[in-house]
């Protein structure tokens, strides 16, 4: 399922204002790669719906880190969008929030990465 010309176009801006190339021609998800900080994940979903995820390793494992997680995604809701929290069984942490398509913008993509950035932080604490 390919992602609507609106929102693609949404995801092509967002790249060029990061600096980021994009292959050319419509996707069904995109990966952005940032060094010491993750994998962030953009997907379309069912129901035309849209997920950003934030994907990163955790070595070494931190006792409780679920917990962490949990409780710091309940303080972290922008726009009605709650973060939700997953582990993937490799150390790694998949925090993702989901949206209807057509509130899909550059700005709430860059919003969505910097609320999962700061979730990520306030977690790991760095």
Request: hydrophobic share 40%.
């Amino acid at each position: 399922m390919a992602f609507s010309d609106r929102t693609d176009r949404s995801i092509r801006e967002f790249a060029r204002s990061m600096g980021l190339a994009l292959d050319p021609g419509p996707q069904s998800a995109y990966g952005f790669s940032f060094p010491r900080l993750g994998s962030f994940i953009l997907a379309t979903a069912p129901q035309q719906r849209f997920i950003a995820s934030l994907i990163f390793k955790v070595e070494p494992w931190q006792e409780g880190l679920e917990e962490l997680l949990l409780t710091a995604a309940k303080s972290y809701s922008s726009a009605g969008h709650i973060p939700r929290v997953g582990l993937t069984g490799k150390n790694e942490v998949v925090l993702s929030v989901d949206m209807d398509d057509d509130e899909v913008t550059p700005q709430s993509l860059d919003q969505s990465l910097q609320q999962l950035l700061a979730l990520r932080q306030s977690a790991l604490g760095r």
